[in-house]
Nanobody
Framework: QVQLVESGGGLVQPGGSLRLSCAGS????????MGWYRQAPGKQRELVAS???????TYVDSVKGRFTISRDSAKNTMYLQMNSVKPEDTAVYYC????????WGQGTQVTVSS
């Protein structure tokens, strides 16, 4: 069964950095396009960044130049490096396949506040 576990969230000051991790089993990140999603209170879940099996990355305009998506195929783990974070980045962050979807996990909470 496919299982995706997010970690690395927490409280961070505006302008600070965090690195989120997504550990996967039952689905190889090396051959599946993957994405980081986030959902803020009262808002719809949105795709923040994606990476294809070939390594092509995309980002939503609001995070371009600040966030970087990457993966470690040997560990079957995906990362989201978040730099220069802003209060509007506050949300629960989830990972999932871009095309091959599995059940949404618990996500990891990111709170940007002074």
């Amino acid at each position: 069964q496919v299982q995706l576990v997010e970690s690395g969230g927490g409280l961070v000051q505006p302008g600070g950095s965090l690195r989120l991790s997504c550990a996967g089993s039952g689905m190889l990140f090396s051959i599946n396009a993957m994405g980081w999603y986030r959902q803020a209170p009262g808002k719809q879940r949105e795709l923040v960044a994606s990476i294809t099996g070939g390594g092509i990355t995309t980002y939503v305009d609001s995070v371009k130049g600040r966030f970087t998506i990457s993966r470690d195929s040997a560990k079957n783990t995906m990362y989201l490096q978040m730099n220069s974070v802003k209060p509007e980045d506050t949300a629960v962050y989830y990972c999932n396949g871009l095309v091959r979807k599995t059940a949404w996990g618990q996500g990891t909470q990111v709170t940007v506040s002074s």
